[in-house]
């Protein structure tokens, strides 16, 4: 393996902070990209500090990415620090809340689908006229094996809207030299979250509905277990590199065998 995959080339990584995202910052700054990170939270800062002291090359933007503003916001970061983007990786979304459909509130709705639809829908967007301008470039996004899932249809639906963007995508703009393709994420270990998606003690309930949806994810999965975020991020980051030119408009399911 070509351990260099991102020499030159800079990479946007949104929702950096923590999780996958972290993961996929460190791994393409260690193959020499030039890193932009973006998350709302400070905790983005931490990061980049691991990947400087590891000789990275990193900037950081704070930035709402449920808004276009942010978005434009974070491209823009990147062409003013290194003059291009060559690979947008989407990794912002996260269920809020698991709980059977009809619990969900207007409110409650909004939100997921605020958080784990837009964010994505919006960078793209602001990163396609940089790519159409250089004729080249690609972008990852993260999806989920939840669009066929429980106690999340929000959610779902979101990351379903995802994959029918990468699609479209990928079809409209081969001709601009853009590849866009998508990683379906399993269920996936992980250690807690700095900023929780949902800071609200979970009643009794909300603990069995919870649990169905861990339950369901084991059954589902062939391997019958969670991945690690590194399984998650090797997916990834192949889907980023040049080792997977010849694919484009494709979900890839990361889930033990469970095809979402």
């Not at 990584?13 to 939270?41: F, P, W």
Request: charged share 20%; aromatic share 6%.
């Amino acid at each position: 393996m070509n351990m260099q995959r991102f020499n030159n080339k800079v990479v946007i990584v949104t929702g950096a902070a923590q999780g996958i995202g972290r993961g996929v910052a460190l791994r393409v700054a260690a193959e020499g990209a030039q890193v932009v990170m973006a998350d709302r939270s400070d905790y983005v800062e931490e990061v980049s500090a691991e990947i400087k002291a590891a000789g990275g090359d990193v900037v950081t933007i704070q930035a709402d990415l449920e808004t276009f503003a942010g978005a434009q916001a974070v491209v823009s970061k990147a062409v003013e620090t290194y003059g291009r983007v060559d690979v947008l990786i989407n990794n912002v979304g996260g269920a809020i809340w698991m709980k059977p459909f009809q619990e969900f509130s207007e409110e409650e709705i909004i939100k997921e689908v605020n958080r784990s639809l837009f964010p994505t829908l919006w960078c793209c967007r602001a990163v396609l006229p940089e790519m159409i301008k250089n004729q080249s470039g690609v972008i990852v996004n993260i999806s989920s094996i939840a669009t066929r899932g429980i106690n999340r249809i929000p959610y779902s639906a979101s990351k379903g809207g995802v994959n029918a963007m990468t699609a479209s995508l990928a079809f409209e703009h081969a001709k601009d030299g853009i590849r866009v393709n998508a990683v379906a994420t399993g269920g996936t270990e992980a250690p807690p979250r700095k900023v929780p998606r949902n800071d609200s003690p979970l009643s009794d309930v909300e603990k069995h509905w919870m649990q169905e949806v861990v339950d369901q994810t084991i059954d589902r999965s062939l391997m019958h277990r969670y991945g690690t975020i590194q399984e998650q991020v090797n997916a990834i980051v192949f889907l980023a590199s040049d080792e997977s030119s010849y694919i484009t408009g494709s979900v890839i399911p990361v889930g033990g065998g469970d095809q979402g």
